[in-house]
């Protein structure tokens, strides 16, 4: 009886101190990486040179300056302009035009677009006819796709995470009337696949059935 209530204590504790100790090792390690990034400024510049002492998370304050500043200027039209010549210039080098096009892409589709990237949670079968995953919404490829597809349903882009390893995936286009779509949040479907189904979000009870209760 001591044993398994001992277990059960040092079970409870340890599911408690995993999730904080990783979040605060991810915060730090953030953290110092940002902070790493002020080794770009002349030594005489520095914060920690200026102040004399170290504040631990200023890289953190630099860049959310910096990048707030960006913005800032870039909105301007000679901001923009500045902006539009860089490209160009990064448009004329043949290795680094493809990856620095391919990034602001997904870097326009994420933070510019108002489309439902990654906002809408799916089920779809793969990798074959009854078997199911957990995918998200990028969006809808472009007609020539769709001309090739040859459906008259439109199809959807879906990425599916890998389990524990969600930065990894496979993108796949789906016929529209074959998608499931659920209610579940992006943070939500994100636990359930990082944990290989071992955390599941709480059942929502449909609003149909709520209304009647409460009447």
């Not at 079970?11 to 790493?36: Q, R, S």
């Not at 500043?69 to 160009?88: A, K, M, P, Q, W």
């Not at 949670?121 to 490829?141: A, D, W």
């Not at 009870?205 to 709520?210: F, G, K, R, S, Y």
Request: aromatic share 10%.
């Amino acid at each position: 009886m001591i044993k398994k209530k001992l277990k059960r204590v040092f079970l409870t504790g340890l599911a408690v101190v995993i999730p904080a100790g990783l979040t605060i090792y991810t915060l730090f390690f953030i953290i110092g990486m940002m902070d790493n990034l002020l080794q770009i400024i002349p030594f005489e510049y520095q914060p920690d040179n200026l102040l004399h002492f170290h504040i631990p998370g200023m890289g953190v304050i630099v860049t959310v300056l910096l990048i707030f500043i960006c913005g800032l200027v870039t909105t301007s039209y000679l901001g923009n302009r500045v902006v539009v010549f860089g490209e160009r210039i990064v448009g004329k080098i043949p290795f680094v035009r493809s990856i620095y096009q391919a990034i602001k892409r997904i870097a326009d589709g994420l933070f510019m677009d108002r489309a439902q990237s990654f906002k809408k949670v799916v089920i779809v079968e793969y990798p074959r006819r009854g078997v199911y995953s957990i995918g998200f919404i990028t969006g809808t490829p472009n007609g020539e796709i769709q001309q090739h597809l040859g459906r008259k349903s439109p199809c959807i882009g879906i990425y599916i995470p890998c389990a524990l390893t969600p930065t990894t995936g496979v993108f796949i286009m789906v016929p529209k009337e074959e998608l499931i779509e659920v209610s579940m949040s992006v943070e939500e479907a994100f636990t359930l696949i990082i944990s290989a189904g071992i955390v599941t979000p709480q059942e929502r009870i449909p609003a149909a059935l709520v209304a009647p209760a409460n009447s």
